[in-house]
């Protein structure tokens, strides 16, 4: 029913920037919310980042100034800009929407995720 790809991941250099974006396709009314995790290496996943379709977003205390979630909402896209990169955010990056159908159910779908990888 509904389909998540992210792009954007890289590799890239400490200090360094990128832009992550997922895109949620197929039959769907609306997305109401949107959130970013991320899964380091041996760790568990962590959430990065969430936006409500309405706007307010937030992020995880301790990736604020560094991490900012966006959106589009007439393309069904979100967006994570990740700026003075550190080899500590090297990760799988996932995005997640909350979905509303048109029967008036929703559910949580997950992108396959994108690779991050920050190194000299």
């Known amino acids: 029913q509904v389909q998540l790809k992210e792009s954007g991941g890289d590799f890239v250099q400490p200090g360094g920037s990128l832009r992550l974006s997922c895109v949620a396709s197929?039959?769907?009314?609306?997305?109401?919310?949107w959130a970013w995790y991320r899964q380091r290496l041996g760790e568990q996943r962590e959430p990065v980042a969430g936006?409500?379709?309405?706007?307010?977003?937030y992020v995880v205390d301790s990736m604020k100034g560094r991490f900012t979630i966006s959106q589009n909402n007439a393309e069904n896209t979100v967006y994570l800009s990740a700026d003075t990169l550190k080899p500590e955010d090297t990760a799988v990056y996932y995005c997640s929407a909350h979905v509303s159908d048109f029967d008036g159910r929703s559910n949580t779908y997950w992108g396959q995720g994108t690779q991050v990888t920050v190194s000299s």
């Open positions: 936006i409500l379709a309405t706007g307010s977003p």
């Open positions: 197929g039959n769907f009314v609306k997305v109401d919310a």
